[in-house]
């Protein structure tokens, strides 16, 4: 770790890969799998969904191709991808690279140096009147699943499939934000001990089109990475998806760590 209790790229990177592979633990009663293969760990969600399957590479080298394509297919999985740690993307001889992930990391030191006023567990930002935010739990899936479709345009089925195992888990944290009493956004942060020891990852939040541009997504932000600190997570990680978002994980501490190259197989 380095003086502000940051991890090594390489040790985000296996955390990412422990994050996929218990969410697909938490998806197998619903057609989720994984595998670990040489150079590579797979994970299938049971969801049609090309994001959320996908592997992380290890060892381009060792990789059988074939063998994973197998493992998709035995699985009726038609559309993947994998995650290669940028450092090892130049040796990648299989499929197409569609993007670049930006991984972004906060140990708790970190996260108290630019949060100055301490904790905000339990409360929203403090600059947003009307804003409240409390835990979910498994009788929320529905609003939940509501904010999650509305703020990803994502299918509604596809929500519910994703985070009905979080809710129901006491491994993951979800928060619910309601502004003026409606339904603003939402969030969560799992907590895994896997290869890279204990993690947190910070996914899923997303604030519905009408309440945007009033702290939602900080306050929702800021809830998630506290419960998983509070848990004794040395460090929470994510990625974001604009430069919008990674200006907002900026301003809570978080730091450039890592980047993955996404490649597709086709």
Partial sequence: MSPRGLPPSGLVCTALADAWMAQGRLLAPHGGDTAELEGVRLMASGVAQPHLNGGDVSDPAAIDMAAVRRWYADRGVAAW??????ALAGSWPWSRRVLTQQLMAVSPAGYAARSPGGSTLGAPDGVTPGLHLRAAGP????????????????PAWASRRWLGPLLATTAATVVLAHLDDQAAGTGYSLVTDGRAGPAAFVGG???VPGARRHGVATAVSRWTVEAAFARGAPFAFLHPTTEHAAGVYRRLGFTDVARVEIFVDC
């Fill in 205 to 207: 939040v997303g604030t």
């Fill in 81 to 86: 991808g994998l995650r290669v740690p940028t």
């Fill in 139 to 154: 009788s929320d899936l529905d609003e939940v699943v509501r904010i999650d479709a509305a703020a990803f345009e994502e």
